[in-house]
């Protein structure tokens, strides 16, 4: 077993959204694939948004969808 980290990901800048483009980012608390800490991170740096956290799996939209769904509404 081997530690996966893409290196390509890691190594290309991101790209910014086009201007006028909002974008939202859930941050699953209990996703156990991605820690929280560096998904907060992400969604600053590459989407230029605060994460907005639920608890929830890796698959926030399977193990709480009625939360994923009032937040899409909003």
Known sequence: MRLFQPARAFAQAPRALPRGVVS???LPLRDR???PHWMRVAA???LDVKAVEVDAGHCPHVSAPEEVASI???
Do not use: G, P
Request: proline share 0%; charged share 35%.
């Open 24 to 26: 939202t980012y859930l």
């Open 33 to 35: 694939t991605l820690r």
């Open 44 to 46: 600053e740096v590459r």
């Open 72 to 74: 899409i509404a909003e």
